[in-house]
């Protein structure tokens, strides 16, 4: 049975990585090795992201234009997380919107590029 999986992110900052994602989406270090960092993990209400200290792979030209995902990440509220992140200055590649498909949906652009969607169903609201 599988209870937990945290997607492992390659960057080339480990500590500016990390800083973001504590500043901007509220994540806490909870592990940072070697000095400077090679690898750290994050969490944020029990759920963790693994970071990896390497070169990114080669960009991808229609990664935005195609809203090519890194992760989804199934949440209770997208308007008032929306918000929490907008407050703190996070960059949006897309706002909230009620999909097709029964999610009420945002996504973010990271510090590094990536892009992070955040959903909840509109049946749960």
Partial sequence: MIRRIAPQFL???IS???AWYGEKLGFECVGAWQDPPAYAIVARDSHLIHFRCAKPPAPNEDKYSEELLDAY????????LYREYAARGVEFARAPAD??????EF???DCDGRLLAF???????
Wanted: net charge negative; charged share 20%; aromatic share 4%.
């Fill in 16 to 18: 500016a990585t990390v």
């Fill in 107 to 109: 996504v973010v652009k």
């Fill in 73 to 80: 990440v199934s949440i209770d509220d997208a308007d008032v």
């Fill in 119 to 125: 959903g909840a169903n509109l049946q749960a609201a």
């Fill in 99 to 104: 999909m097709p498909w029964g999610l009420r």
């Fill in 11 to 13: 960057a080339t900052d």
